[in-house]
């Protein structure tokens, strides 16, 4: 058990850029969320898969975030024409049924 | 919607006891604690999934009041190590099953 690895850890762009990020989770665990925290907040719920499904997608999300789980393994998170908003710690995390998540280390995004 | 987390900050000496609630306004399938120390990823604490339910990590344990829709963390002679904010995370029953909304966090502070 390796746990939660998140790539990269920090990441700079500017304002209108693309950028992709890679979470990959437990192996045995079937359940991957993203999760968006900014200074002194709680983890904001982004989206969530059970094996290559996504499940649920947060109405906070706009159309410029995009997740996949391709064959329920690793998972990526695309931000397209990023925005000085998009500023934040993202988090990826994974679980089983029934158990607490396990948290990656996160990618810290900065958009000048 | 947001679970509600109180005190927001709190400064102890060492040995000392705390109690941090968690209040949601929906009706939920289970709590979760987790504790973040700065610039780290949150750390899995325990879940509690029924109500009246109680449990105990070291010095740290917690309770779920189903019916009020509410969780207490206590801390219990506190260490050194227990500094760090400490969130709840609330799964909702209308959602179960899904992904956990989590509150702004408690900053708690234990001092020598």
């Known amino acids: 058990d390796t746990g939660v690895s998140q790539d990269p850890r920090h990441k700079i762009t500017k304002r209108g850029q693309n950028v992709t990020f890679r979470c990959d989770p437990i192996s045995e665990h079937n359940r991957l969320y993203w999760y968006r925290q900014t200074l002194g907040q709680g983890p904001e719920f982004l989206t969530y898969?059970?094996?290559?499904?996504?499940?649920?997608k947060s109405r906070l999300l706009s159309d410029r975030f995009s997740a996949e789980r391709p064959k329920g393994s690793f998972s990526t998170l695309e931000i397209q024409r990023t925005e000085q908003g998009d500023s934040a710690m993202y988090l990826c995390a994974s679980s089983l049924s029934l158990v607490g998540y396990t948290f990656g280390s996160g990618t810290r995004l900065t958009v000048v | 919607q947001q679970p509600v987390q109180s005190p927001q900050a709190v400064i102890l000496r060492e040995g000392e006891d705390a109690v941090i609630n968690c209040s949601s306004s929906k009706a939920l399938y289970s709590v979760h604690w987790y504790r973040q120390k700065h610039g780290e990823a949150p750390v899995f604490l325990m879940i509690?999934?029924?109500?009246?339910e109680q449990k105990g990590h070291e010095k740290i344990s917690a309770s779920f009041n189903e019916k009020k829709q509410q969780s207490s963390l206590y801390l219990t002679a506190s260490q050194l190590s227990y500094s760090g904010t400490y969130f709840c995370g609330t799964e909702a029953k209308e959602t179960s099953g899904s992904r956990l909304t989590f509150g702004e966090g408690t900053q708690l502070t234990v001092n020598p």
């Open positions: 509690l999934l029924k109500g009246g």
């Open positions: 898969f059970q094996n290559e499904a996504q499940l649920e």
